[in-house]
């Protein structure tokens, strides 16, 4: 079985900093997705098993980066904030070969972490 762990979410003012972290039982393909209310799951970073490739949602690049340590735990650094970015984040591992976008391609799930960004 995977185990996640999440921790980070806060609120911050627009234009601000937070840093997710996802403490993983295992060394996997991770991504972190996002839902606000009345939304969809919606993919936001990708990063493989080894760390070595990244993948971003247009809305989110050049502000948010998806990185990994030599143990288990996968970051979300999130920079210059906006009140489109509030959301619950959730990390999940993808199992299979590709780092895809599809929330149904990831087998298991954090608990969701809330990000709040007021204007």
């Known amino acids: 079985q995977v185990q996640l762990v999440e921790s980070g979410g806060g609120l911050v003012q627009a234009g601000g900093s937070l840093r997710l972290s996802c403490a993983a039982s295992?060394?996997?393909?991770m991504g972190w997705f996002r839902q606000a209310p009345g939304k969809e799951r919606e993919f936001v970073a990708g990063?493989?098993?080894?760390?070595?490739?990244t993948y971003y949602t247009n809305s989110v690049k050049g502000r948010f980066t998806i990185a990994r340590d030599n143990s288990n735990t996968v970051y979300l650094q999130m920079n210059s904030l906006k009140p489109e970015d509030t959301a619950v984040y959730y990390c999940?591992?993808?199992?299979?070969?590709?780092?895809?976008?599809?929330?149904?391609?990831?087998?298991?799930w954090g608990q969701g972490t809330q990000v709040t960004v007021s204007s």
């Open positions: 999940a591992v993808q199992l299979g070969p590709r780092l895809g976008i599809r929330a149904s391609e990831y087998a298991y």
């Open positions: 295992g060394r996997y393909a």
């Open positions: 990063i493989n098993w080894t760390g070595d490739s």
